[in-house]
């Protein structure tokens, strides 16, 4: 049985291959909890070989490319994903489960924008450069070069696998590093196949190297404790952030981390009703809940409270769970049983703590072949103090609470208790009330009448405990870079 099953490989210097010690391990199917691949599991004598191949690439041909020359690989990289589309679509969905409307309007052809938006953001950098005066006269050119670091370790969750995956791979290529990357176990497929368009394009070998595997004593501890790897690329909780900075502090590695988030959404009575539900379903309910940027905590201004809590719970008891391929279907199951069983403690714990429970708060009954999947149910509760834990922890899942404020300072201030800071969604009309909260809210983005609206160029990442650093367009330039600063005295 399970000899038919196709095998995501190892990707190192150049071609696929079995883990060195011939362990696999399972890929499943969230959809229908049957296992439909096998996962080669990186050894460390792998990790070290996917490391020494990225090494010996950065002293080979891709050292040698010029950077409008690596901008034109990017961008080949791009075009080769968008014809390969219906294959990185296909692996996505088999790993996820999530609706293919979904895959194919935001992970895939995102994926491709990776690549191409950061091939332009390279044609386009500068660097600064000063005229510094001396005390003979002749003055001094100052200008800042960037270098690459070197061995960039990439590890990746499994929410939006390939789109988050690239968005580090993208940058730092065009930065002329090297890259190990550690998909998520739970959504390895798509990363194995981007190994195969790095070939078709002509993309060196050791460019782009993948180990899979876990996080602890496996694939991902290994790459932050290897010393050939320059720096640490981490999207996940802030729980892994933490025990992946500790690691990696030993070798004072640079870290870039996009991490968990307790997100607000701030819904004013001035706001456009309809535009305010529409985006809020949204913001609750893509991906079913599984998007860092989903907001988990939603403040309605009261006179318009009843009305909200009405509409967004009608819109929930409207999405179609099902079937991922069919295109009425709209909410997909949860990654895994395990994570399964997390989201089902936060429903019983959000009873449990007093909420009402306006919508939703079960396991999702489904038959045939989804009887077994991770379904469950979209919920949305009210009734809960801002201090219980429902609206502390991450929960990760289709589930919002939603509570009534009377003004913006109260608005604000109940956004902002959370030690979380990754953004916000602010509906309003007002437009000075609307620059005034943004500027109030700690968060790295808010977004106002609008989520997840994203200009790549522009920067992402988290405040307080859902990141370090800042990522896009030029910054991320920055952090895959050694900048170094030329003195030329004149
Ligand atoms: P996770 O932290 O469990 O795992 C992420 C990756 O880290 C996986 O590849 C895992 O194998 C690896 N890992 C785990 N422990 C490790 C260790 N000790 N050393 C090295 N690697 C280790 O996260 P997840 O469950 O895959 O993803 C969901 C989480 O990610 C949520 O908290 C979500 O908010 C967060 N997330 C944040 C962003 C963002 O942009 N801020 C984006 C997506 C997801
Ligand atoms: O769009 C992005 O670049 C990004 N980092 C999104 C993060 C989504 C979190 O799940």
């Known amino acids: 049985m399970t000899a038919s099953l196709p095998l995501h490989a190892l990707f190192i210097d150049g071609a696929h291959r079995p883990s060195s010690s011939g362990e696999t391990f399972d890929d499943v199917d969230p959809t229908t909890g049957a296992v439909w691949a096998k996962v080669a599991l990186a050894s460390k004598d792998d990790v070290d070989r996917a490391v020494s191949s990225a090494k010996r690439a950065l002293k080979g041909p891709w050292g040698a490319l010029s950077a409008p020359a690596r901008a034109d690989l990017l961008e080949k990289i791009a075009a080769r994903i968008v014809e390969r589309s219906e294959e990185f679509l296909r692996a996505e969905i088999a790993d996820t489960g999530k609706p293919a409307g979904f895959a194919r309007a935001v992970d895939i052809p995102r994926g491709a924008a990776n690549f191409r938006v950061f091939a332009q953001v390279l044609r386009t950098a500068t660097t600064e450069t000063y005229e510094t005066p001396t005390d003979d006269g002749a003055g001094a050119l100052m200008y800042a070069l960037r270098q690459p670091l070197g061995?960039?370790?990439?590890?990746?969750?499994?929410?939006?696998?390939?789109?988050?995956?690239?968005?580090?791979?993208?940058?730092?290529?065009?930065?002329?590093?090297?890259?190990?990357?550690?998909?998520?176990?739970?959504?390895?497929?798509?990363?194995?196949?981007?190994?195969?368009?790095?070939?078709?394009?002509?993309?060196?070998?050791?460019?782009?190297?993948?180990?899979?595997?876990?996080?602890?004593?496996?694939?991902?501890?290994?790459?932050?404790?290897h010393p050939d790897v320059r720096a640490i690329t981490f999207t996940g909780e802030s729980r892994t952030g933490a025990?992946?900075?500790?690691?990696?502090?030993?070798?004072?590695?640079?870290?870039?981390?996009?991490?968990?988030?307790?997100?607000?959404?701030?819904?004013?009575?001035?706001?456009?009703?309809?535009?305010?539900?529409?985006?809020?379903?949204?913001s609750?309910?893509?991906?079913?809940?599984?998007?860092?940027?989903?907001?988990?905590?939603?403040?309605?201004?009261?006179?318009?409270?009843?009305r909200f809590v009405d509409a967004l719970a009608k819109g929930a008891r409207a999405l179609v769970a099902g079937d991922p391929w069919s295109s009425s279907t709209t909410l997909g199951p949860l990654i895994s049983e395990t994570h399964r069983q997390k989201v089902l403690s936060y429903y019983a714990l959000a009873k449990n703590e007093g909420a009402t429970v306006v919508t939703?708060?079960?396991?999702?009954?489904?038959?045939?072949?989804?009887?077994?999947?991770?379904w469950i149910e979209p919920t949305i509760v009210t009734g809960l103090s801002d201090e219980a834990r429902t609206n502390r922890e991450e929960i990760f899942g289709?589930?919002?609470?939603?509570?009534?404020?009377?003004?913006?300072?109260?608005?604000?201030?109940?956004?902002n208790d959370?030690?979380?800071?990754?953004?916000?969604?602010?509906?309003?009309?007002?437009?000075?009330?609307?620059?005034?909260?943004?500027?109030?809210?700690?968060?790295?983005?808010?977004?106002?009448?609008?989520?997840?609206?994203?200009?790549?160029?522009?920067?992402?990442?988290?405040?307080?405990?859902?990141?370090?650093?800042r990522e896009g367009g030029v910054r991320s330039l920055e952090f895959y870079s050694d900048v170094k600063t030329v003195c030329i005295k004149l």
């Not at 590695?253 to 607000?264: H, Q, T």
């Not at 309910?285 to 009261?302: M, P």
């Open 243 to 282: 025990a992946i900075m500790a690691k990696a502090s030993s070798w004072v590695k640079p870290v870039s981390f996009e991490l968990g988030g307790k997100n607000p959404a701030l819904v004013f009575a001035d706001s456009d009703f309809d535009a305010a539900i529409a985006g809020t379903l949204r």
């Open 360 to 374: 939703g708060g079960a396991v999702k009954d489904m038959s045939g072949a989804f009887a077994r999947g991770a």
């Open 418 to 469: 959370t030690e979380y800071g990754l953004c916000a969604a602010v509906w309003t009309q007002n437009l000075s009330r609307a620059h005034r909260v943004a500027r109030a809210l700690d968060v790295g983005m808010a977004w106002v009448n609008s989520w997840y609206l994203r200009d790549l160029r522009t920067p992402f990442g988290g405040a307080k405990r859902s990141g370090v650093g």
């Open 151 to 225: 061995v960039v370790g990439v590890i990746c969750p499994w929410n939006l696998p390939l789109l988050l995956m690239t968005w580090k791979v993208a940058p730092a290529l065009a930065a002329g590093n090297t890259v190990v990357v550690k998909p998520s176990e739970e959504t390895p497929a798509t990363a194995s196949l981007l190994g195969d368009v790095m070939r078709e394009v002509g993309v060196p070998d050791g460019v782009y190297n993948v180990v899979h595997g876990f996080g602890p004593g496996s694939a991902g501890e290994f790459l932050v404790e």
């Open 284 to 306: 609750v309910f893509a991906n079913c809940g599984q998007v860092c940027l989903c907001s988990e905590r939603v403040y309605v201004e009261r006179p318009i409270f009843d």
């Open 398 to 415: 289709p589930i919002c609470h939603v509570a009534p404020f009377d003004d913006e300072d109260e608005a604000v201030r109940r956004a």
